[in-house]
């Protein structure tokens, strides 16, 4: 949590805020994980609903880039900024394509801005940033699937995220997956916290690297409060650790593409 509070000292001087892009279909656990997030960072004994979460099965009801503030314990806001978007699927069709995604990667939309095709995207100025600065692209895109949805290699997510994954490899952006509900897959959802010792979350991660080509290091399985729960130390920690693992690959990318950090001394490729 810590590490989490003191995100700022980990920021370059252009960044104001480190900028975290969800995509995934409707149902996949977005809006969930954000509240999850949000929950165990407040730290205040009940469950918040930054982003409101959805029934399963429900139309998407998230048609924007949705933003909610995360905040601390005390209330001040966390800088960090985790984009819930719309659901890439709708009934086996794209419904935000790859120029879209492209368009608010590179941090031509504002937050809460509607979205919609390109075309009509760019005609809506006041929801627009001209000229997007490294604070305003994102810093690292984050798949959302299921554990509980058929994993295999028919999976029409995979496939679509599969199809965004190369556009986001080609521009050096850190990209990851988590994989949401893990508690459904456990003999004992009560499990969660030794998640990882399970075959079958292994296995999972595992089958979710190769399919996507992306390393297993950034496969985070991962288990959200459900609205009828209450906070524990168990989801909270999962959750925190979860979104560490994000926020550590935008910073990474960040103090690379700053040129600090690294500390190289200047002969050491001579
Ligand atoms: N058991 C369980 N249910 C989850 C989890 N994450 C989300 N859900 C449920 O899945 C449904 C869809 O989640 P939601 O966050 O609205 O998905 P979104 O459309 O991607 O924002 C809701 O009923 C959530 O309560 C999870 O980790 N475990
Ligand atoms: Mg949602």
């Known amino acids: 949590m810590k590490k989490i509070?003191?995100?700022?000292?980990?920021?370059?001087?252009?960044?104001?805020?480190?900028n975290l892009l969800l995509?995934?279909?409707?149902?996949?656990?977005?809006?969930?994980?954000?509240?999850?997030?949000?929950?165990?960072?407040?730290?205040?004994?009940?469950?918040?609903?930054?982003?409101?979460?959805?029934?399963?099965g429900m139309a998407s009801a998230t048609r924007m880039l949705k933003l909610a503030p995360l905040r601390r314990k005390g209330g001040d806001v966390i800088p960090i900024r985790l984009f819930d978007t719309r659901g890439i699927l709708k009934e086996g069709t794209e419904v935000v394509g790859k120029e879209e995604m492209n368009y608010i990667i590179d941090g031509y939309v504002k937050p809460n801005a509607k979205m919609t095709s390109l075309s009509d995207m760019k005609a809506e100025k006041k929801s627009q940033r001209e000229t997007p600065k490294i604070g305003d692209e994102m810093h690292c895109v984050v798949y959302v699937v299921r554990a509980d949805k058929s994993m295999?290699?028919?999976?029409?997510?995979?496939?679509?995220?599969?199809?965004?994954?190369?556009?986001?490899?080609?521009?050096?952006l850190p990209q990851c997956v988590l994989i949401t509900a893990i508690d459904k897959i456990l003999p004992n959802a009560d499990d969660v916290g030794d998640m990882f010792r399970y075959s079958i979350v292994q296995k999972l991660c595992k089958f979710v690297s190769n399919s996507l080509k992306l390393s297993p290091g950034n496969i985070f399985p991962t288990a959200n409060y459900v609205i009828e729960?209450?906070?524990?130390?168990?989801?909270?920690?999962?959750?925190?650790?979860?979104?560490?693992?994000?926020?550590?690959?935008?910073?990474?990318?960040?103090?690379?593409?700053?040129g600090i950090g690294d500390n190289i001394p200047d002969d050491f490729f001579d």
């Open 23 to 56: 995509i995934g279909v409707a149902g996949s656990g977005k809006s969930s994980f954000v509240n999850s997030c949000a929950t165990a960072l407040l730290d205040d004994g009940r469950l918040v609903q930054a982003s409101l979460a959805m029934k399963a």
């Open 5 to 18: 509070y003191d995100i700022d000292a980990n920021l370059p001087k252009a960044v104001k805020y480190m």
């Open 229 to 258: 729960g209450v906070p524990d130390a168990v989801k909270d920690g999962i959750s925190l650790c979860t979104l560490w693992k994000i926020v550590s690959l935008g910073i990474d990318y960040l103090n690379q593409m700053e």
């Open 152 to 172: 295999d290699d028919k999976d029409p997510c995979l496939g679509e995220i599969a199809g965004i994954r190369e556009t986001v490899a080609q521009r050096n």
